[in-house]
């Protein structure tokens, strides 16, 4: 919820012979905003909190002293952060609405349609004609007797409040560091007593109060951003690889699926050269229709400039498993599988199988396919310069 606006002050000039000074209150701030920004550092969503709250802004005082501005809340968040906002159902205007009292009717099933476009025309009438008596600050002992129906109220102040209260439906995909995205705005500070000053009124006792900050209900997804995702059947060797040639340290075990969050890994050549590589959540058939991890794995894939399939050699047929991962590639993103890839044959050193399964495989297929042993660190500088030769290219 981003800040609300400070509201304006009812104040006048007096001194030891000026008993009857003229207006001079001061504005009241405007709220903070609420930002996000990437921040390449940040690797998961753990740091944004559930509740966000900017700072108000300061009310405004006597002497023409304006309130300060509410400061500004940032919140970094790491690349491939999809920010979509959780619009509310009918259920939710209505019960907002009846707690305000601007809503008596009974809601019922039927007619849902003709509700919400009378819900709608309702929010409409009363941006367009706002009750003053919840927008006016008041001079002490001076609310009854301001008359305020027939005052016109400042178009910047209601072209504000319109603003506020009618938000574009907020969809951002962040993607490079840096990268700023406005979450919601700040409340508009209200107008001191001054500004009302006409020649009919030269004494305005009132003044306007600042306006809510906008408040949003957000869906957050990470989609990982690397240069290599590895992808493959659970238990594979995608982990063990990726501690192998880069600075990560996954959870490795002998069991499928102990991998459920993707980790990113950096390999480092020697002439400084960087890979970024992403570990992810292994992949079963059916996985297109969330079986499994499903789509807390896919969704990472879309964001990987190459795709490198480790798949166990040592498997009766090892090239099925490459189809079947192919396969739920282009069920899930037609065209997935159009990218650059090569096959890591990881425990090529299992015995006779293993070797024989390789030189079949590596006469049927024109994919670049490197064999590997992950565990036992054979063979790793060679697939690593091979992924660096397809990301070159």
Known sequence: MAGRGGDGCVSFFRDMFVPRGPPNGGDGGNGGDIWFVVDENETSL????????????????GKSMHGSRGTDLVVKVPRGTIVREIMPTQQQLCNEDQES??????????????????LSHRAKLRAQTPDKSELFVHYPRWEER??????????????????????????????????????A???????????????????????????????????????????VGLVGMPNAGKSTFL??????????????????????G?????????????????????????????????????????LAYIVDVSRDSPWNDLAALQTELNLYSPGLTDRPSLVIANKADRGTRARENFEKWQAMTS???????????????????????????
């Not at 809503?103 to 849902?112: K, P, R, Y």
């Not at 178009?155 to 504000?160: K, M, R």
């Not at 054979?378 to 660096?388: E, F, G, P, Q, V």
Request: aromatic share 8%.
């Open 367 to 393: 994919v670049p396919l490197v064999p590997i042993s992950a565990k036992f660190n054979k063979n790793i500088l060679k697939a690593t310069y091979t992924i660096r030769q397809i990301l070159g290219k």
């Open 46 to 61: 753990n740091c944004v909190k559930r509740q966000l709250k900017a700072t108000a802004g300061v009310n405004g005082k």
């Open 266 to 306: 950096t390999v480092e050549f020697r002439d400084t050269f960087q890979i970024t590589v992403a570990d992810i959540p292994g992949l079963i058939p059916g996985a297109h229709r969330n079986i499994g991890l499903g789509h807390s794995f896919l969704r990472h894939v879309e964001r990987s400039r190459v």
């Open 185 to 227: 705005k700040g409340g508009f500070g209200g107008f001191n007593n001054p500004r009302f000053i006409s020649s009919s009124e030269r004494q305005p006792h009132y003044a306007l109060r600042g306006l809510m900050g906008q408040r949003r209900e957000l869906e957050l997804e990470l989609k990982t951003i690397a240069d």
């Open 243 to 264: 501690g192998a040639v880069s600075n990560a340290h996954p959870k490795i075990a002998s069991y499928p699926f102990t991998t459920l969050n993707p980790y990113i």
């Open 101 to 118: 009292g601007r809503l008596q009717d009974t809601v019922h099933t039927e007619g849902s349609k003709r509700f919400l476009d009378a």
């Open 146 to 183: 301001n008359e305020l129906e027939d005052l016109p109220m400042p178009s910047e102040y209601l072209a504000a409040k319109w603003e506020l209260d009618h938000p574009e439906p907020l969809s951002v995909d962040l993607v490079s560091h840096g990268q700023r995205a406005l979450i």
